[in-house]
């Protein structure tokens, strides 16, 4: 199976910043987009940002200049630096993966990680 790793979260006061790691492992032949997706208390999961296999990325209108998102293909991983961290980016963030296994190349995945909490306080 495929797997994500998530790491990074945390506490952290109004305009200081984290930076989150996202790991996939497991029965993969190519992986093509990776995000970051963040899910505030009451409300539905949103895009973050998102990156292309050749680094092309996608932002959400919420992250507003602040995030910046990366990608090191060969292991699999992202990261998201989050800059000028405010309350209102209080959420779950998950990572999402999207490729083919190994196992079968015309397979396609889609797989989520566990999420990782990131708290902003006032």
């Known amino acids: 199976q495929v797997q994500l790793v998530e790491s990074g979260g945390g506490l952290v006061q109004s305009g200081g910043s984290l930076r989150l790691s996202c790991a996939a492992s497991?029965?993969?032949?190519?992986?093509?987009?990776m995000g970051w997706y963040y899910q505030a208390p009451g409300k539905l999961r949103e895009l973050v940002a998102s990156i292309r296999r050749d680094g092309s990325a996608n932002y959400g209108d919420s992250v507003k200049g602040r995030f910046t998102i990366s990608r090191d293909n060969a292991k699999n991983t992202i990261y998201l630096q989050m800059n000028n961290l405010e309350p209102e980016d209080t959420a779950v963030y998950y990572c999402?993966?999207?490729?083919?296994?190994?196992?079968?190349?015309?397979?396609?995945?889609?797989?989520w990680g566990q999420g990782t909490l990131v708290t902003v306080s006032s």
């Open positions: 999402n993966a999207e490729g083919s296994r190994m196992s079968d190349l015309g397979r396609f995945f889609e797989v």
């Open positions: 497991g029965d993969i032949y190519n992986v093509y987009t």
